[in-house]
């Protein structure tokens, strides 16, 4: 098959969907990725063709930060967000799908991706990196308290998605004014059977043993192959990296990945002391917040960036902002994970890994202190909770999400 992939966002909403890329192609199909367009090299660098997308997702990440939590504000800042792009962004997406026997799309293309398939006359498989649009009890919707009853948790996850729909379609018919022959005619729900199409198949790209799968899901359109993961084999660390960990013991990994926060500086420099008072040394990957201090301290090496599935298991712990990605790569490496959840998402995989035994409970940003931290950091050395991050990091790299996702995705082609 033809394949396009539609994503975007920061790097952790686009490399699951690379990791899908390169095993689709390595199937024998031919795949195309949309995404934003700093990440072309990475994509292109696996063989994978690129149709780069316009905007700058660390816009989006600063926004969310700035929702602080609050579902309605996080919809309405997407929205925000592409609406003031979405003409470049909808002609390129087009030009991506022209061709398509398929097409493969992610949260920010939940409706936009559907209705261009369903435009073509194709099929499409939606593929979230959380729980979402597939209302259950047992767990909470992203940006809901974490401890609700069930029935409650139900009409979250129904609010959120009341949300996503009317917030997310607001000034459409404007915005198709201004270029008709571009956007669909209309949008329409992927996952609301009709008489001449059934519900979009809906993948979560979660492991089982961190999200065991609700009665709620057990429906035709609803599958779960696990965690997408690319790893990178040909990674060769620099000099610097390879001494600082021949130095001494295990460190801590600290990364907050694509976030983009305004109180960077204040973040990282109670993380360095955390890390200080409880004796520990430490690796910063600066990602794009890009902080580090004049003087570094003897117990710290910092680096931009390195792979997680290459560093995280030769580290003691890793305390990180709570990515669907970053979480995902912190589990399988069997070393405890400590959350302090930003924004969207994060708080929801804060609870969950914390659920789970794998690391202690999550810090917010605006609770975070040295005291709270160094706690944190002594509690994911403990006997225990190592023991039960290496158990569910053996699981989960007992799982091949992405060769269960091709076979999923393979079986849709056929039957459509």
């Known amino acids: 098959m033809k394949i396009t992939i539609l994503t975007y966002g920061s790097r952790g909403d686009v490399q699951p969907f690379l990791a899908l890329a390169a095993g689709l ?16 090299g990475m994509i292109t660098a696996h063989g994978i063709q690129c149709v780069p997308l316009a905007g700058n997702p660390d816009e989006l990440s600063r926004m969310f930060n700035d929702a602080a939590g609050n579902t309605y504000q996080m919809v309405r ?30 949260f920010a293309f939940t409706t936009g991706g559907h209705s261009f398939a369903r435009e073509l006359g194709i099929a499409d498989v939606s593929v979230q990196l959380f729980p979402v649009f597939a209302p259950t009890r047992a767990y909470p919707a992203v940006g809901a308290p974490q401890r609700m009853p069930g029935w409650l948790n139900y009409m979250a996850h129904w609010f959120f998605t009341q949300v996503f729909w009317h917030a997310g ?5 404007r915005l198709r004014r201004l270029a008709p022959a571009d956007f669909p005619a209309r949008v329409f729900w992927p996952f609301k059977p009709v008489a001449d199409r059934a519900a979009s198949p809906l993948l979560f790209a979660i492991s089982p043993v961190v999200l065991p799968r609700p009665r709620e899901w057990d429906l035709p359109h609803i599958h779960m192959p696990g965690y997408f993961f690319l ?37 990282f420099r109670t993380v ?35 792979p997680h599935a290459w560093l995280f298991p030769r580290c003691k712990s890793v305390v990180h902002h709570g ?21 969207a998402d994060q708080p929801f995989w804060g609870w969950r890994v914390a659920s789970i035994g794998a690391g202690p409970k999550p810090i917010s940003p605006k609770h975070l202190t040295v005291d ?23 699981s989960i790299r007992a799982e091949n999400g992405v060769a269960q996702a091709v076979s999923l995705i393979e079986a849709f082609g056929i039957k459509s």
């Not at 600082?244 to 801590?252: H, T």
């Not at 990515?323 to 959840?341: E, K, Q, Y």
Request: glycine share 8%; hydrophobic share 40%; proline share 7%.
């Open 25 to 40: 192609q390595k199937a024998g199909h031919a795949v195309t990725l949309a995404a934003p367009h700093r990440f072309t």
């Open 77 to 106: 800042s997407m929205q925000k967000h592409i609406f003031e792009i979405a003409p470049d962004i909808v002609r390129e997406v087009r030009r991506a799908v022209q061709r398509a026997d398929l097409v493969v799309h992610s």
């Open 169 to 173: 379609n607001l000034g459409y018919r």
């Open 231 to 267: 790893d990178d084999q040909e990674f060769q660390p620099p000099d610097s990296l390879m001494r600082f960990l021949e130095a001494g013991d295990p460190p801590v990994c600290v990364t907050f990945g694509s976030m983009v926060n305004r109180e960077a500086e204040r973040i």
């Open 272 to 306: 360095m002391e955390a890390v200080r008072r409880s004796a520990n040394r430490a690796i910063f990957l600066t990602g794009w917040a890009g902080w580090q201090p004049e003087t570094v301290p003897e117990y710290a090496l910092f680096l931009e960036s390195a």
């Open 323 to 343: 990515g669907a990605g970053t979480t995902a790569a912190g589990l399988r490496s069997g070393v405890p994970s400590i959350l302090i959840p930003h924004a």
């Open 372 to 394: 709270s931290l160094q706690q944190a950091i002594n509690q994911a050395g403990t006997e225990p909770m190592r023991r039960r991050a290496h158990e569910i990091g053996m």
